[in-house]
């Protein structure tokens, strides 16, 4: 007799259903796909969807793409792959501490930002100006797992990945996609903050002292404390959210930080040359539509669709070769 136990789809399935909070996104009820597809033998349809993302291309791309800090040289700076694993973790853990579905918030979690400009928000509003309304990195991780690497991924983690940030009115279906909100902003804020203290640019002194009073020093502490609060307040209240006071705080870390690091003064000159680097790139391009690469010609997009596609999908790095090849004048 095997010393193992085989888990298939199915009994995973009924552990879910055995074992999962009521309140939990079940596998089995899932909406399911635009493109129905035959189960996998071994993987519940969200085990499924967190692996085909993890292993994407637009997924890859996130180790290049800044975080904080345009194109950092360093080796311990946050990038976009580095918060991703962070919050894939933060969530997960609260999922899994309220009995919900694990699988599905991590999935979501792991593709809530593959639709990152480069330079992080600064190139996201460089793109703004260029459609109508706000151009958001949500709706682009949409767009990627849906036209440009199309991932056929289930409803549910689509629509966690598209309601993810907070200036989204209209919030995820699921519990699930909530708490990627909460990861999100709890990861970054604590690990922004300790990038800004290596780099220099913070003291922990300057912190408002109601956060150090709620959070404690910088660091692990932080990240612990935000996340239990939120578990000991969704609880409470069967919704996911978090502690009043500890929100609130938090809000007040999140307006310090963009004062103090985000929108810096000293940051002025790389804010510029990230926003004239974007604006550049899309502008170049629409003027050359020839040499954007096939992998980005829908037919069905307009010129505008298909050069925002492609300049958004470049790392930093990348863009800024890029830039260089087309701007800067060659010598020889």
């Not at 003064?265 to 790139?281: F, K, M, T, Y």
């Not at 669709?305 to 701007?327: C, N, P, W």
Request: proline fraction near 5%; charged fraction near 25%; charge should be negative.
């Amino acid at each position: 007799m095997s010393v193992f136990r085989l888990r298939t789809r199915e009994v995973a399935e009924a552990l879910e259903a055995d074992q999962l909070a009521p309140a939990a996104a079940l596998s089995s009820n899932s909406l399911g796909r635009a493109v129905p597809e035959e189960p996998d033998p071994w993987r519940t349809p969200f085990e499924r969807d967190r692996d085909r993302i993890l292993h994407s291309k637009a997924f890859r791309r996130l180790k290049h793409k800044t975080q904080v800090f345009m194109n950092p040289e360093g080796d311990h700076f946050v990038t976009r792959m580095t918060h991703t694993l962070q919050v894939t973790q933060i969530g997960g853990a609260i999922a899994k501490a309220l009995s919900l579905n694990a699988d599905l918030a991590e999935a979501v979690c792991l593709g809530h930002d593959v639709g990152h400009s480069p330079f992080g928000h600064t190139g996201e509003e460089t793109l703004s100006g260029f459609v109508d309304g706000q151009w958001l990195h949500s709706d682009q991780s949409v767009r990627i797992f849906e036209v440009l690497e199309p991932l056929n991924l289930t409803y549910e983690v689509l629509d966690g990945v598209r309601a993810h940030p907070w200036k989204v009115e209209q919030t995820a279906t699921t519990h699930e996609g909530t708490i990627v909100r909460y990861a999100d902003r709890i990861a970054y804020l604590a690990h922004d903050a300790l990038d800004a203290l290596r780099a220099g640019i913070l003291d922990a002194s300057m912190f408002p002292d109601d956060v150090l009073s709620a959070f404690g020093e910088p660091g692990r502490d932080w990240i612990s404390t935000m996340v239990q609060s939120v578990i000991d307040e969704s609880y409470r209240r069967g919704e996911i959210t978090m502690e009043p006071p500890m929100l609130e705080s938090m809000h007040t870390l999140r307006e310090f930080m963009f004062a103090n690091v985000y929108l810096r003064p000293g940051a002025e000159s790389q804010r510029l040359r990230a926003h004239q680097i974007v604006h550049d790139l899309v502008t170049y391009y629409l003027d050359h539509l020839d040499e954007v690469p096939e992998s980005y010609r829908h037919e069905e997009s307009d010129n505008l669709t298909q050069v925002i596609d492609y300049v958004a999908g470049m790392t930093d790095r990348y863009a800024i070769r890029s830039h260089d090849e087309l701007f800067r004048p060659r010598l020889f």
